[in-house]
């Protein structure tokens, strides 16, 4: 499902794909991409997180100021 949205979004068909890969095959090798895409896991990991601790950062002004009318 999720693949087909990929391929949806670039409009890319089985035929590229297949050459995609071919290309990051021929390019890397097959033992480099178990490496690259666990790199790529902990950088979209550390992305999530970073924009989880930049949430909980703009929430933290907004229930102080609550906090303060509730014990008014």
């Known amino acids: 499902m999720i693949l087909n949205g990929i391929l949806g979004l ?4 089985t035929g590229e794909v297949i050459l ?3 290309v990051i095959l021929l ?3 097959g033992r480099k991409i178990p490496e690259l895409m666990r790199g ?5 990991k550390s992305f ?3 924009m989880s601790e930049v949430e909980d950062e703009l929430k933290k002004p907004i229930e102080d100021l609550d ?3 509730d014990d008014k």
């Open 10 to 13: 670039f409009n890319l068909g």
């Open 20 to 22: 995609i890969v071919a």
């Open 27 to 29: 390019l890397f090798g």
């Open 40 to 44: 790529l896991g902990k950088g979209v």
């Open 48 to 50: 999530k997180q970073g």
């Open 67 to 69: 906090k303060k009318q």
